[in-house]
């Protein structure tokens, strides 16, 4: 179990989380209100969806309605994985990434979008979490399965739909 403070380069540690664990990942939340992908593919999406090729996980991906370019293709990029259920809430403003697999979970926090320029360019801060424990025995595990929770909550919400 551990817990981190990171400030820079917040999304590509979840992409290396990822990619690290792409061979036992079995569900990724991705709650953001922005998305973005560079065209390059070396963005933390395109890692994102690189390490999930081949794989049955699920994604469930929370977002406001691309308005925007950069915003609609990282949206049909995750699109593309045949196990991604995308919803949109024009409300939300949290951004909350986890990755749930078989001996492991992990989830990080706080105040990056999942863009390119959150990744690079914003002062960010999030906090990571990693357990190997699941359910709530231990004071990480119960914080990653709280925030499991209010995913599956958050995605519940009346003003939270599937994307059209």
Not at 12 to 21: E, G, P, S
Not at 88 to 108: D, M, P, Q, S
Request: glycine content about 4%; overall charge positive.
């Amino acid at each position: 179990m551990s817990t981190k403070i990171l400030t820079e380069n917040v999304l590509t540690a979840f992409a290396d989380i990822v990619v690290a664990n792409k061979r036992r990942l079995y569900r990724m939340w991705l709650v953001a209100p922005w998305i973005g992908s560079d065209t390059d593919g070396t963005d933390a999406v395109a890692r994102i969806m690189e390490a999930l090729k081949a794989t049955h996980c699920r994604v469930v991906v929370i977002t406001r309605r691309p308005m925007f370019v950069w915003h609609h293709r990282a949206v049909e990029l995750l699109a593309s994985h045949p196990q991604c259920e995308i919803f949109v809430c024009e409300t939300l403003h949290t951004k909350l990434y986890i990755v749930e697999c078989n001996g492991f979970r992990a989830a990080i926090f706080g105040s990056p979008n999942l863009t390119p320029a959150a990744n690079l360019r914003n002062r960010e801060l999030a906090i990571e979490f990693r357990s190997t424990v699941q359910g709530r025995s231990d004071p990480t595990a119960a914080l990653i399965s709280e925030l499991v929770s209010y995913g599956s909550f958050l995605r519940g919400q009346d003003d939270v739909r599937p994307i059209d």
